[in-house]
Every structure is written in structure tokens, then in C-alpha cells.
């Protein structure tokens, strides 16, 4: 899909909620079991800062992943993320739910996924945004390409993004120029 910058930065600038998909995307898709069987996922400090960004400059943040874990429940109660649904590939109800709730056109969500299950919301979200380390169905269904991978810094990448096209980067990053 190719899409000018300029029709990039109007798609971001509509963007009052933005759904993160966890595996691949706030992580770089390894899974580490411990002793215990129990899951360990690494998630990157910059992405959590970008997405504490969104919601100073009022964008709602969300979670919507195939997988349940208690990690992912700890990881979104730290970022303040409050919705968070786990658990089944079928993404596109609790999607539909959060717009229904938040009173949201689909035109108005960012969504960044990396395979194929992230089909169903890549191909209906005003903006959507893939990992050059995600899958290329995925990719091709996405708006924005990040340089960053994912896990590494794509999620910080694809925030900063949304807020300059919405006009408050400078804004929210005030607080650190002091």
C-alpha cells in the first residue's frame, strides 16, 4: 500500500484511541518459559513511555491480544491502559465493543499489529500501523511501517507519530524541556 506522508499525518491526526497488540509488537515476539511453565515477556521501557504520551495528550490506549497472560494484565495496569481484552484470535468483537462503549467510528483508532490475526482490525482502523519484523500479510494491510522493530522501539516510534499529526507532541514533551 503506498500512501503519501501527507495522507498519513490527515489518517494519525484523526486518531482518539489506539489498540496495541502485545506479541511481536510490545514485545518482540520471544516467549521465555521458566521452570514453572509460567510465560516471560520483556517489554520495552521507551514503548511505555510513548504510550503514557498518548494519554497525557488524551488519546485513549487499549490492548487486544490473542494470548491471555497475567503479565500482559500487570504491563497495562502500570501503563494505565484500562482496556484490555485477552484471549482468542477473534479480535474484531472486543474491537467492536470498545468503539461501541467509547462511542468511536473506526476511522478514529489506531491499531499496530504484526500477523495475520491483526488482519481483521489492520484492514478496518483509520490507521493502521505494522513491524517490519511482522508478517508480510500484515504489513501489506498496514498504512505505516515502522523502522523500529517490534518489541525495540516500534510502538514509542508509531505514539510519537500520532501525536505530531495531532499537534501535541510538543505539548506533552514540554514537561521534559524544564
Known amino acids: 500500500m503506498s500512501i503519501k506522508s501527507e495522507d498519513l499525518a ?7 484511541l489506539f489498540i496495541f497488540d502485545v506479541d ?24 511505555g513511555l510513548g504510550i503514557k504520551l498518548l494519554q497525557e495528550a488524551g488519546i485513549k490506549t487499549a490492548i487486544i491480544s490473542a ?14 491502559i484500562e482496556y484490555v ?6 479480535k474484531l468483537t472486543p ?4 468503539l461501541n462503549e467509547l462511542g468511536l467510528g473506526e476511522e478514529q483508532v489506531a491499531f499496530i499489529g504484526d500477523d ?29 511501517i515502522t523502522e523500529a522493530a517490534g518489541g525495540r522501539g516500534a510502538v514509542r516510534e508509531a505514539c510519537e507519530f500520532v501525536l505530531h499529526a495531532t ?11 524544564v
Open 10 to 16: 490527515a489518517r494519525a491526526a484523526k486518531v482518539r
Open 24 to 47: 511481536g509488537v510490545l514485545t518482540d515476539g520471544s516467549l521465555t518459559y521458566g521452570a514453572d511453565g509460567e510465560t516471560v515477556k520483556t517489554f520495552n521501557v521507551h514503548d
Open 67 to 80: 494470548r491471555r497472560t497475567p503479565i500482559v494484565l500487570a504491563r497495562a495496569k502500570d501503563l494505565g
Open 85 to 90: 481484552h485477552q484471549g482468542g484470535h477473534d
Open 95 to 98: 474491537f467492536k465493543a470498545l
Open 116 to 144: 495475520v490475526v491483526d488482519l481483521p482490525l489492520l484492514r478496518r482502523v483509520g490507521f493502521a500501523v505494522s513491524v517490519p519484523n511482522g508478517r508480510k500479510e500484515a504489513q501489506q494491510h498496514a498504512h505505516y
Open 167 to 177: 499537534g501535541n507532541y510538543e505539548r506533552v514533551m514540554a514537561q521534559f524541556l
